[in-house]
């Protein structure tokens, strides 16, 4: 069992920085890939990033490449997006999760904890 609380959500405006955090409890969170998703009004969750268990192994949603950057610090059970160069188009709800399995992955499917989001607003 895992729980997941995001954080670091808020206004920015166009070309503004954000950090988001995930703050992870319960066992076996090093053994776990995470992901950021986001929704935005009207629309569907999407895949922005997941990391592998060890962050070795990283993956993006090509809108959001060479701007955003996940991480992980397994010792603080911590999930981290650095959000760069931001775009009115990021304005959504982020979520974090957690996947049982090791390997990154983009399926919504496969991430069974879900935190409660947190609102990014991006003016432009």
């Known amino acids: 069992q895992v729980q997941l609380v995001e954080s670091g959500g808020g206004l920015v405006q166009a070309g503004g920085s954000l950090r988001l955090s995930c703050a992870a409890s319960?066992?076996?969170?090093?053994?776990?890939?995470m992901g950021w998703f986001r929704q935005a009004p009207g629309k569907e969750r999407e895949f922005v990033a997941t990391?592998?268990?060890?962050?070795?192994?990283?993956r993006y949603e090509d809108s959001v490449k060479g701007r955003f950057t996940i991480s992980r610090d397994n010792a603080k059970n911590g999930v981290y997006l650095q959000m760069n160069s931001l775009k009115p188009e990021d304005t959504a709800v982020y979520y974090c999760?957690?996947?049982?399995?090791?390997?990154?992955?983009?399926?919504?499917?496969?991430?069974?904890?879900w935190g409660q989001g947190t609102q990014v607003t991006v003016s432009s």
């Open positions: 999760a957690a996947s049982p399995y090791a390997s990154i992955s983009s399926t919504i499917a496969q991430y069974r904890y």
């Open positions: 319960g066992h076996s969170f090093s053994t776990y890939a």
């Open positions: 990391i592998n268990w060890n962050g070795g192994n990283t």
